[in-house]
């Protein structure tokens, strides 16, 4: 019995480290969104200018991200854009062309 527990034991300890990580929590993004900056910028299928762009983004429309990938945020559109790209269109911005919004709690 006490070899069952030492295997399990040491099993455990062995997973610990692995688990931990696969759990940890994922890097966070503002939750109020971000704020297109560039006059106009494409949003691309995949971070890099070598994708193909599925369509522009322009100064002050709205996005949310939820991924990161070097100088690029996957985002997604929150409304219809400025050059009609409809609600939750998903893509790829540069993280230069965007800002965060600033959350504020109204009482």
């Known amino acids: ?3 069952i527990m030492t295997a ?5 300890a062995l997973l610990l480290p692995v688990s931990a ?17 560039a ?5 691309r299928t995949g971070p890099s200018t070598r994708h193909p762009g599925i369509g522009q983004l322009h100064r002050g429309d709205d996005v949310s ?10 985002v997604s559109t929150d409304n219809k854009t400025v050059s009609g790209l409809p ?3 998903e893509g790829w911005i540069r993280k230069a062309h965007v800002r965060e ?7």
Do not use: I
């Open 87 to 89: 609600a939750e269109t």
């Open 8 to 12: 399990f034991g040491l099993a455990t």
């Open 65 to 74: 991200a939820d991924k990161a990938k070097g100088a690029w945020y996957r």
């Open 101 to 107: 919004h600033v959350c504020m709690q109204l009482d």
């Open 1 to 3: 019995m006490r070899k």
């Open 39 to 43: 006059k106009a910028v494409k949003l």
């Open 21 to 37: 990580q696969a759990v940890a929590p994922a890097k966070r993004f503002n939750s109020c969104g971000y704020e297109v900056t």
